[in-house]
Every structure is written in C-alpha cells, then in structure tokens.
C-alpha cells in the first residue's frame, strides 16, 4: 500500500505561485503513477497534472497547461506540483494521488489519495 501526504498549500495573490510536495510512503513507489486533483466547493473533483511512474510523459488538463509543472523524484519517494501565474478559479483542495499503472487521468484510476492541501488564489 501506499500514504501520502501533502504540504506546500496556502494563500497568495493572484499572478503568484505556489509548490506543492506529496510525500509517499510504501514500497515499489517507482511504480506507481502520480498526480493531482483538486476539487472547489460545489463543483466536481478535476484531474489537474500526472506523471507516468518513470517520469517519461506528463499530462495536464487545459485550464492548468503553461501554468503548472509536475515532476517526481523516485530517490526520496516526493512528487512536485509547481504553480506559476495562480488565478483565483485555481482556488481549491488539492490532492496527491497514486495509481498502479503507467498513466491515471480518472478517478476511477486512482488507487490512493492523500488528505488534501487548501490552495486560495486572493483578487
């Protein structure tokens, strides 16, 4: 199995940038897909960005393209969501994710799910 565990959330103005760290634990991490969602309050929870479990490909939804970056580190077992040019329609609970596969842009995909980080994006 595997945890994870979010940090990096918070506050900032509109046009300013944020990094967000999933810390994940368990073994075989390497082979694990990672990502992040994000849900704001009424709305339906969003694939944001994924990494296949080698780092060869990324993905990113449309809204977020440009603007975020998502890395891995397989050595210390953390995956990077770097947040450039935040809008305030960015505003939501972000969540780490992992699924046993090559690639995961679903939800049905997703094996595991961290508790989430607060991200607010300020006019």
């Known amino acids: 199995q595997v945890q994870l565990v979010e940090s990096g959330g918070g506050l900032v103005q509109a046009g300013g940038s944020l990094r967000l760290s999933c810390a994940a634990s368990?073994?075989?991490?390497?082979?694990?897909?990672m990502g992040w969602f994000r849900q704001a309050p009424g709305k339906e929870r969003e694939f944001v960005a994924g990494?296949?479990?080698?780092?060869?490909?990324?993905y990113y939804a449309d809204s977020v393209k440009g603007r975020f970056t998502i890395s891995r580190d397989n050595a210390k077992n953390t995956v990077i969501l770097q947040m450039n040019s935040l809008k305030p329609e960015d505003t939501a609970v972000y969540y780490c994710?992992?699924?046993?596969?090559?690639?995961?842009?679903?939800?049905?995909?997703?094996?595991?799910w961290g508790q989430g980080t607060q991200v607010t994006v300020s006019s």
């Open positions: 990494i296949s479990y080698n780092g060869g490909d990324t």
């Open positions: 994710t992992a699924a046993a596969t090559l690639i995961a842009t679903m939800s049905s995909s997703i094996d595991y």
């Open positions: 368990g073994r075989t991490f390497s082979h694990y897909a």
